[in-house]
């Protein structure tokens, strides 16, 4: 683990690529040519879009109240901006982003990685999280542990989703299912493997007490940007980006972000890594 965080502060120059290039830092008590912004300070109102059933980060509690890391991290953020939250959630990936080109909500939180999109057709924020992917087997498979491996066999991810097109580069045929689906095929047969979080999957396992199923090895990815978590945004939403920003920027410097960490996984996952360096807010 702190091998890849080294290698994520070696690379900073490398992930700002991927950063708000030209966002201005603008102020919501000037007038603003941001819609996406001025929209939100007409209604008091941030809409998100994201994906559900998928504990720790945005899932339904027994009384269906939205919790999970990534709604903590939103709506720590509303609260710095003064807005009130929306969330649009879907039960799959798919369309997730789709809804996002269509302007039915302003932006997407949902683990997005900034290499997972194009900067040319979207903002992203800077960084408030980072996150490992694993790959899950059935727990007497030992035929699978390199993505070499992938090759003719079958992966349940989302074929729209950056771990669906992972598996594909590597020979996998992928099918369209949700983490509980894809461990439930795994343990069936129906399937070889899945990749996903690691905390989705620590959490699954510690949640379910399923011993069907194993994780077989890390992806390490080439690009260490593949591991930090940001939101993502409409082109045009420059002002908007910018005051979240500096709500980012904040929580990450208040003792917000760790309390939100050590809420769902029991540890501090900023402890060695200074996401501040990837940081387009001027001080």
Known sequence: MKKTRILIAICATVVMAFALAGCGGGS??????DKYWAKIQETGVWKIGTEGAWAPYIYNDEDNNLLGFDVDWVEAIAKEMGVKT?????????????G?????????FCQVA?????SDKYLMTDPYATSRS?????KDNNDINTLDDFDGKIAGNSPQGVWGQIAAEHGADVRNM??????????TGRIDFSINAEGAIMDYLKTSGDEGVKIAFYYEPEDPAEELIVGLFPKGADELVANVNKAI????QDGTAEKISEKYFG?????????LQYSTVEE
Not at 28 to 33: A, G, L
Not at 134 to 138: A, E, G, L, S, Y
Not at 249 to 252: A, D
Not at 267 to 275: M, Q, R, T
């Open 100 to 108: 996002l080109d269509a302007d039915r909500y302003d932006c997407v």
């Open 86 to 98: 929306e969330w649009d959630v879907a039960s799959s990936w798919d369309g997730v982003v789709a």
């Open 267 to 275: 540890a501090n996952i900023y402890e060695d890594v200074d996401l």
């Open 178 to 187: 949700n983490l509980t689906e894809a461990m439930n095929n795994i343990k």
């Open 28 to 33: 919501s008590e000037t007038e603003t040519t």
């Open 134 to 138: 694993v790959i899950v087997v059935d």
């Open 114 to 118: 900034p290499t997972d999109y194009s």
């Open 249 to 252: 920027n904040k929580l990450l």
